[in-house]
């Protein structure tokens, strides 16, 4: 997964996405599969995406904590150990 083609600085205006589609958007820019299951990511909790209040709400996530998190999802565990060392 190559998280480099979004650094900060580059980011359009702007750190919210709302909504599935422009989530799965920015994914897959960082590298992630076209057919990503936003919504699974969402309900596995494994993924910085939140979801606007009540049961019509939209999915909405940072894109510099979705970056962070593939960051961290790529350099695995030896490079976290490394950085509390």
Same mark, same amino acid.
């Given at each position: 997964?190559?998280?480099?083609?979004?650094?900060?600085?580059?980011?359009?205006? @702007?750190? !919210?996405?709302?909504?599935?589609?422009?989530?799965? #958007?920015?994914?897959? @820019? !960082?590298?992630?599969?076209?057919? *990503? #299951? =936003?919504?699974?990511? /969402?309900?596995? @909790?494994?993924?910085? =995406?939140? +979801?606007?209040?009540?049961?019509?709400? +939209?999915?909405?996530?940072? +894109?510099?904590? !979705?970056? /962070?998190?593939?960051? +961290?999802? *790529? /350099?695995?565990?030896?490079?976290?150990? /490394?950085?509390?060392?």
């Amino acid at each position: 997964m190559d998280t480099t083609k979004h650094s900060e600085a580059e980011m359009p205006p @702007g750190d !919210l996405l709302v909504g599935a589609h422009a989530i799965l #958007d920015f994914l897959v @820019g !960082l590298g992630l599969p076209e057919d *990503t #299951d =936003i919504y699974y990511l /969402r309900r596995a @909790g494994h993924w910085p =995406i939140g +979801k606007t209040g009540g049961d019509g709400g +939209k999915l909405i996530a940072s +894109k510099r904590r !979705l970056t /962070r998190h593939a960051e +961290k999802i *790529t /350099r695995g565990r030896v490079a976290d150990e /490394r950085e509390r060392a």
